[in-house]
């Protein structure tokens, strides 16, 4: 027990520049907590003391701001950063490594009692703040989710996904999924609403110019014709 709790110190450690010890991060970090007091909760849940279990789940709520059922599984080194208004899901399961932002929902759609009804996150999975994943799919392993974006379908591994709802903005690469991404932000990366509307706008410049051209042509035909005329006219 003591050596996951070392490690998941650790990686709160690695991942938050802000925290500056062991001590500190054991005192002061809701999402710690909230996945310690879980652990019990989910105790109670496997022997089938349920309403133990979503007592204990519901005084984490009080204490942390963070909901996570206790039917849910959660792997080693979660690190659940700020975490004011998570909630994690009956049947959701987060993978190991996984980071996790503030406002972040793990939800389901379906009403169907013991069907999979929340998501999977894989390995390594960063999901930034506000973001809502809902539905019983997979996140494949070290796929970034982008803050306040909205998935409704799967999300291959490495991959990157933003906005409502969420789109395939980066596709899958194992050497970016290895690197962590602070609130799923790659700096290298172009916004791409910004790259759309310059190829937009790019378009459009090519447009106007070929239209520019047509009209100039037009104009020298007309004057051609114009000049044929002319000497009919003089004649007559």
């Known amino acids: 027990m003591f050596d996951r709790l070392r490690s998941d110190i650790a990686c709160i450690l690695e991942r938050d520049p802000a925290a500056r010890s062991k001590w500190e991060v054991l005192a002061c970090y809701p999402g710690l907590h ?32 963070i909901e996570i059922h206790p039917g849910a599984k959660i792997g080693s080194c979660v690190f659940i950063d700020h975490g004011m208004g998570v909630v994690i899901g009956e049947t959701a399961e987060v993978g190991d490594g996984c980071t996790i932002y503030q406002g972040v929902t793990l939800g389901g759609t379906s009403l169907t009692v013991g069907a999979k009804r929340h998501p999977t996150l ?15 799919f997979t996140v ?14 799967e999300v291959p591994a490495g991959a990157t996904v933003v906005g409502i709802p969420g789109r395939l903005v980066e596709e899958p690469d194992a050497s ?13 990366h172009d916004d791409p ?4 509307i ?9 447009l106007d110019r070929a239209l520019r051209a047509v009209q100039a042509r037009m104009a020298e ?5 114009a000049a044929k005329r002319d000497p009919l006219r003089a004649v007559k």
């Open 122 to 136: 894989g390995a390594g999975v960063v999901v930034g703040a506000g973001a809502k994943i809902l539905g019983g």
């Open 176 to 188: 970016a999924a290895a690197r962590f991404a602070a609130y799923a932000v790659v700096q290298e």
């Open 140 to 153: 494949g392993d070290g796929a970034r989710i982008g803050s306040n974006s909205v998935v409704v379908k």
């Open 198 to 206: 310059h190829q937009l706008v790019e378009h459009s410049q090519e």
């Open 221 to 225: 035909l007309e004057r051609a014709e």
């Open 193 to 196: 609403y910004a790259k759309a």
């Open 34 to 65: 909230a996945i310690w007091i879980h652990k019990l909760a989910r105790w109670f849940w496997l022997r089938d003391l349920k309403w133990l279990g979503r007592f204990t789940s519901h005084l984490g709520r009080f204490l942390t701001g």
